[in-house]
């Protein structure tokens, strides 16, 4: 069955430290994946999305076949990061594809 | 924002009531999808459209109907609201080149007494 685990409910870590959220993944096919975030108060929005390799804020994920990790990652974390941090799988079948989520892993970064 | 809005925005509504939330968009994109997200969950798809009059179920999709008429207009249905359906709804859109990015709404908060 095609899930994502988001092992951590909450993280939290100082300013200046680096962050890891972990994602992990399980699904047949090539996976496509993505982080999402939520600050207080505001809309989900897209963060990462694996096969652009980008980095935003400062942010960087890679996918790791092999362990079936998508993790996010940021060297030295601001307090302007916290915010809630969703994992999510691209599932194809049916009639389209969708996103499955995990369950989301808060962040907060104490100053 | 990507042109979404969603209405009510806060909406409490008692037990057996049928309650109808709205999605709206601006952008002419062909995908809109219905979330709720609750502690615990994260996010899970209720029902999604493909098109006008285009539609199918999510992983919770029992007790909700959806409706889309036009393209800009996605409508979530409660046929008689339950208080297992006190949660924070989100729609989102996609214009499909990339399904799974999608553009969120800014939410409806739902709850049933």
């Known amino acids: 069955a095609q899930r994502v685990t988001q092992p951590e409910k909450l993280l939290s870590v100082f300013k200046g430290a680096p962050v890891e959220l972990k994602c992990n993944y399980s699904?047949?096919?090539?996976?496509?994946l993505f982080w999402y975030v939520q600050y207080s108060r505001q809309r989900l929005q897209l963060l990462l999305r694996?096969?652009s390799r980008e980095s935003i804020k400062g942010f960087t994920a890679d996918l790791n076949k092999g362990e079936t990790s998508f993790h996010l990652k940021k060297p030295f974390a601001q307090e302007e990061d916290s915010a809630m941090y969703y994992c999510?799988?691209?599932?194809?079948?049916?009639?389209?594809?969708?996103?499955?989520f995990g369950k989301g892993t808060k962040l907060s970064v104490k100053p | 924002d990507a042109g979404i809005t969603q209405s009510p925005r806060h909406k409490v509504t008692e037990t057996g009531t049928p309650v109808t939330l709205r999605c709206h968009q601006t952008e002419n994109h062909r995908y809109m999808y219905w979330y709720r997200q609750d502690p615990g969950h994260g996010l899970r798809l209720i029902h999604y459209?493909?098109?006008?009059?285009?539609?199918d179920k999510g992983e919770v999709s029992d007790g909700y109907s959806v409706s889309r008429s036009k393209t800009e207009d996605f409508l979530l249905t409660l046929e008689s609201a339950t208080s297992s359906q006190t949660s924070v709804y989100f729609c989102?859109?996609?214009?499909?080149?990339?399904?799974?990015?999608?553009?969120f709404g800014p939410g409806t908060r739902l709850t049933v007494t």
């Open positions: 459209s493909y098109g006008v009059k285009d539609t």
């Open positions: 989102a859109i996609s214009e499909g080149i990339i399904p799974g990015e999608q553009y």
């Open positions: 699904y047949s096919g090539s996976p496509e």
């Open positions: 694996h096969i």
């Open positions: 999510a799988l691209m599932r194809y079948g049916g009639s389209q594809g969708n996103l499955i």
